[in-house]
């Protein structure tokens, strides 16, 4: 059984930096492409960043670029979230989700991913 489990949201005021959390079980985690993506009230999900089965390649969406950076442990099968510098429009339930993939290689269309998990929510205050 496959299993994605976030964790690390909380309430942050605007500024302050938060670190997301997805473990991962029930399958070959190094051979999983991996994404973060986003959902806020009366919006679609939407990505936000993304890396390569190696790690090799990542890609992250305009509005958290320079601020959010996406990394994985293969070794305990878990992909992190650092959020930076964190502002109002960040808040949002945020979902990782897994894909497999062959090539070493970022999607950011969420019809793609197999995967995901349920969200852990992300509150920012101004």
């Known amino acids: 059984q496959v299993q994605l489990v976030e964790s690390g949201g909380g309430l942050m005021q605007a500024g302050a930096s938060l670190r997301l959390s997805c473990a991962v079980s029930?399958?070959?985690?190094?051979?999983?492409?991996l994404g973060w993506f986003r959902q806020a009230p009366g919006k679609e999900r939407e990505f936000v960043g993304g890396?390569?089965?190696?790690?090799?390649?990542?890609a992250y969406a305009e509005p958290v670029k320079g601020r959010f950076t996406i990394s994985r442990d293969n070794a305990r099968n878990t992909v992190y979230l650092q959020m930076n510098s964190l502002l109002p429009e960040d808040t949002a339930i945020y979902y990782c989700?897994?894909?497999?993939?062959?090539?070493?290689?970022?999607?950011?269309?969420?019809?793609?991913?197999?995967?995901w998990g349920q969200g852990t929510q992300v509150t920012v205050s101004s």
């Open positions: 890396i390569s089965r190696s790690g090799g390649s990542v």
């Open positions: 989700a897994a894909r497999y993939r062959i090539s070493d290689y970022v999607s950011v269309d969420r019809n793609n991913y197999e995967y």
């Open positions: 029930g399958l070959t985690f190094s051979i999983y492409e």
